[in-house]
């Protein structure tokens, strides 16, 4: 259909007729508004981009309805409204344009003319907005905005998370709801992760710091750095785990390795703690003492065996020590060049043939006798039967083999000195039916034997190649020979941490130097501090490794008794802390 | 005599900042801390707190705008309020150990930052824009030269009132849409959104079209004036087009005065804003600090 638009201009200078402008639209619906893609554009700020529409409306023919399109609705022969059926003489009115419906006779499309209000006085100025202040943008408004959505946003919601438990997994469940999340300064440690979004898992009562006992109720076996019944224990009243163990922090390590922390004390220990052994110690390249190598020493006891004790020495470059192990051990024979005489003809040995790492790698297995010695070190005692062997570590053992051996080849071969008698036997009868009297020569000539053997096991061949053996005077039979016991040092440096797997790209003599000219099984060969520093520095070393103390040391050592005992009690009445009393009760 | 707040009382306030920034650097580099730099260390606590009065002395010079007459002069005032807002930009980074992540504590530096940038912009505002405003305004107010348009444009419908109705058509519908000012953004960029429509001629519709410097409409109105014949209009057209040529002169000079007076005002419709989410947000920051403590 056809819509006509007559636009007034101005009324004429002379003969004050009125003059149009004609528009002839064709479309089913004519549309009003500010956009430039409107019919009709009204341009002014209080219309909306697309206004209003005329179309027709239901019923009679050529009945029309105007219809608003936003809320504010047009005006109507006064009258604000959303939609108004159109007649003859009507007033419509959008912001400063004004529309009235012209009669028209059947037939002619649907007429409207159309004016600008502020026409009718001639002023044709138009509001400006000049100035910020008018232009509806408000500080007081953005400011209650901004402030309140801040509120919202990271106070009280999350507030909400921390204080309401129900609406807890509702808040915390998405990184794209506020939570107490959002009160997080920074990532948990992976180890923690776990945890996830449950803040109250660690932060239990609102407005105080974390207690020991939030972390001892997992960790519950952590144990102190000094022994806890000692009065070293004061010193370390006020420390909270999370003195050194910071979460939330950007750097992903949850334990601080500030060397400062341990230098505080360490550094001046003798002022902290009397009575303390330990040399002050400051940091690995500049102010650490000289390596101290726990060596064991054996104390006969009056009844009988030996106490061992360590002592521990300092390693110093060019200063031996020694071990009294009781054994005998040439490592530069072992090592030798040219080889060693083994089962199977010369062989040349390395380190790696008898010394081997542990499981971890970190440690070295404990040399073995069956596992290391034996493939060359038999226990044969009888040449003529190369299949026997004494049993090792057991002197008891030992002689009864020898008995059982010798006793057998008397029975079973004739050996021993000449019979002097034939028993007659019944025919069919056993054998070897022995009679009182040659019962008494076998055994004696059996222990007779194995004195033998076992003199020169003791004495000669077998076992003195490897252990000291005492005679000791005025005994008799097999108790004459006292092997000395070997207790070979398992750790050397006990309060030091050492990886053999994180060095394993070095050759072992490069740090225990020597090695391959030892004769003595007593030389210690623990390397002297200097070895270590032509790699490793102090902490802050920019030319070398650094090396702060925990690379190598421990604060929470074994068998000192649990860091937190204090807390532990006094968290018995929590569930959780039941848990770690039970646990306590399992240990010895 | 009128002194700078820049250099009130011999930079006052700008040594005392000064000492302030060297003090917290100092603090920051020669700190003996076992852990690493964070808010949560002794020296973190120490300069947050700082940093906490700074920011209620600076947001107090709000209050103290709006009481006249006690507690020093209103330039000491500003100038402390300057100074001591870019040094606590710096108290703030220090506090934090440069560790930031998506949380409250980052939001209200991030706020922060914002409130500093927004009154940085506000100083160099102050500091540029006032003598460029008398420079191009010349000796008339805003309200004169608002007035000569209006006038201008009178005079203009007058002298059209007599000419062929689609020139007078042209015209009113050119001033209907001269734009100054208007939408924030029309103000701060202080560019010129004339339109005007140009009517149906011969094959092609009518179109509105950009009339910036009421180029259009003079381009219009030059080519009615090639296809005129009499004399007598000539002369009229010659003088309407005198008429919108000086009329686009000064709606230019308004432009560029709005634009200036806006950006001078804009920065506080900003940081004041920020200045109100920045106090929540700190007081956020603290009780979520001690909260989850």
């Known amino acids: 259909m056809r819509f006509r638009v007559l636009r007034w201009i101005r009324s004429d200078v002379a003969t004050g007729n009125k003059q149009y402008r004609e528009v002839v639209v064709q479309t089913r619906r004519l549309t009003i508004g500010r956009g430039s893609d409107q019919h009709l554009q009204i341009a002014d700020p209080k219309v909306f981009e697309n206004h209003a529409v005329i179309r027709p409306g239901r019923g009679r023919e050529g009945a029309m309805v105007v219809e608003a399109l936003t809320p504010s609705g047009v005006i109507v022969n006064g009258r604000n409204r959303l939609s108004s059926s159109l007649n003859p003489g009507d007033e419509v009115r959008i912001g400063p344009a004004v529309l009235i419906v012209e009669p028209v006779p059947k037939g002619a499309p649907f007429t409207l003319r159309f004016r600008m209000a502020e026409q009718e006085n001639g002023r044709l100025d138009r509001l400006h907005v000049l100035s910020l202040s008018d232009s509806g943008l408000s500080k007081r408004f953005w400011s209650l905005m901004l402030a309140s959505g801040v509120a919202a946003i990271f106070l009280l919601v999350p507030m909400a998370a921390a204080l309401y438990q129900p609406l807890r997994p509702l808040l915390r469940a998405s990184a794209m709801v506020p939570s107490d999340g959002l009160w997080s300064p920074g990532p948990l440690h992976a180890a923690h992760a776990f945890i996830g979004s449950d803040c109250n898992a660690c932060h239990t009562s609102p407005f105080s710091p974390i207690e020991n006992v939030?972390?001892?109720?997992?960790?519950?076996?952590?144990?102190?750095?000094?022994?806890?019944?000692?009065?070293?224990?004061?010193?370390?009243?006020?420390?909270?785990?999370?003195?050194?163990?910071?979460?939330?922090?950007?750097?992903?390590?949850?334990?601080?390795?500030?060397?400062?922390?341990?230098?505080?004390?360490?550094?001046?220990?003798?002022?902290?703690?009397?009575?303390?052994?330990?040399?002050?110690?400051?940091?690995?390249?500049?102010?650490?003492?000289?390596?101290?190598?726990?060596?064991?020493?054996?104390?006969?006891?009056?009844?009988?065996?030996?106490?061992?004790?360590?002592?521990?020495?300092?390693?110093?470059?060019?200063?031996?020590?020694?071990?009294?192990?009781?054994?005998?051990?040439?490592?530069?024979?072992?090592?030798?060049?040219?080889?060693?005489?083994?089962?199977?003809?010369?062989?040349?040995?390395?380190?790696?043939?008898?010394?081997?790492?542990?499981?971890?790698?970190?440690?070295?297995?404990?040399?073995?006798?069956?596992?290391n010695c034996s493939r060359c070190h038999s226990l044969r005692f009888d040449e003529k039967d190369p299949t026997t062997t004494v049993p090792h570590g057991d002197i008891d053992g030992v002689y009864t083999t020898l008995l059982s051996h010798f006793s057998r080849r008397f029975l079973e071969e004739g050996a021993g000195p000449v019979r002097t008698s034939q028993f007659v036997r019944r025919p069919g009868g056993r054998a070897d039916v022995v009679g009182r009297e040659e019962q008494t020569r076998a055994r004696d000539w059996a222990e007779q034997q194995s004195l033998l053997a076992a003199r020169d096991l003791f004495e000669r061949r077998v076992c003195v190649d490897c252990h000291e053996v005492t005679k000791l005077p005025g005994m008799t039979g097999i108790q004459q020979w006292r092997v000395e016991p070997v207790k070979l040092t398992r750790n050397w440096m006990p309060r030091a941490r050492f990886d053999h797997q994180a060095h394993k790209t070095t050759e072992c003599v490069a740090c225990h130097a020597g090695a391959n000219g030892s004769k003595t099984s007593g030389d210690v060969l623990m390397p002297a501090i200097g070895e270590c520093r032509t790699c490793h520095a102090g902490a802050d070393s920019k030319n070398k490794l650094p090396s702060d103390c925990l690379m190598c040391h421990q604060f929470h050592l074994p068998g000192r008794g649990l860091f937190d005992q204090q807390a532990t009690i006094e968290s018995q009445a929590s569930p959780r802390a039941g848990i770690i009393s039970r646990m306590r009760e399992q240990q010895p | 005599m009128h002194q700078s707040f820049f250099s009130y009382r011999r930079y006052r306030y700008a040594v005392r900042a000064g000492a302030l920034a060297v003090l917290a650097i100092l603090a920051y580099v020669f700190c003996p801390l076992r852990e690493p730099k964070s808010g949560g260390t002794w020296l973190g606590y120490t300069l947050g707190t700082i940093g906490a009065l700074l920011i209620i002395y600076l947001a107090w010079y709000g209050v103290r705008r709006r009481t006249f007459g006690s507690g020093g002069s209103a330039t000491g005032w500003l100038s402390a309020h300057v100074y001591f807002g870019f040094v606590l930009m710096l108290v703030a980074t220090l506090h934090c150990g440069f560790q930031f992540g998506w949380n409250v504590h980052t939001a209200a530096y991030v706020l922060l930052a914002l409130v500093v940038l927004s009154g940085a912009w506000g100083t160099y505002a102050y500091a540029r824009y006032p003598s460029l405003i008398v420079k191009q305004r010349g000796n008339i107010s805003r309200a004169e030269l608002v007035e000569e348009i209006y006038q201008l444009d009178g005079r203009a419908l007058r002298v059209a009132s007599v000419l062929p109705a689609d020139v007078h058509d042209l015209l009113a519908d050119s001033i209907r849409r001269t734009q100054v000012g208007g939408s924030i953004w029309a103000m701060l960029r202080g560019f010129d959104e004339s339109t005007v429509l140009i009517p149906a001629g011969g094959s092609a519709p009518s179109r509105v079209v950009p009339n910036q410097g009421q180029r259009a409409l003079i381009e219009a109105l030059a080519g009615r004036l090639a296809a005129q014949a009499d004399s007598n209009e000539i002369a009229k057209m010659h003088s309407l087009l005198d008429i919108v040529a000086r009329k686009a002169s000064l709606v230019a000079r308004l432009q560029k005065d709005v634009q200036l007076q806006s950006l001078i005002q804009f920065w506080l419709y900003l940081h004041l804003p920020l200045c109100f989410a920045l106090l929540v947000a700190l007081a956020a920051h603290i009780i979520a600090v001690f909260f989850y403590w």
């Not at chain 1, 390590?253 to 220990?269: E, K």
């Not at chain 1, 080889?339 to 040995?349: M, N």
Request: aromatic share 4%.
């Open chain 1, 214 to 371: 939030q972390c001892t109720s997992c960790h519950s076996k952590v144990e102190h750095h000094v022994p806890v019944t000692s009065n070293d224990v004061v010193l370390f009243d006020l420390k909270r785990c999370g003195a050194c163990h910071i979460e939330h922090a950007e750097t992903p390590s949850v334990v601080s390795r500030d060397q400062r922390l341990c230098s505080d004390c360490h550094s001046d220990l003798r002022t902290k703690s009397p009575k303390t052994e330990l040399l002050n110690v400051a940091d690995f390249g500049k102010d650490h003492p000289d390596f101290r190598v726990n060596v064991l020493q054996g104390r006969e006891r009056p009844k009988g065996g030996i106490d061992w004790t360590t002592v521990r020495l300092d390693v110093l470059p060019g200063v031996k020590r020694f071990e009294r192990s009781h054994l005998t051990f040439s490592h530069a024979q072992h090592l030798a060049r040219k080889g060693i005489k083994g089962p199977d003809g010369d062989e040349v040995l390395q380190c790696a043939n008898c010394h081997l790492p542990d499981e971890s790698g970190r440690r070295m297995q404990p040399i073995q006798m069956e596992k």
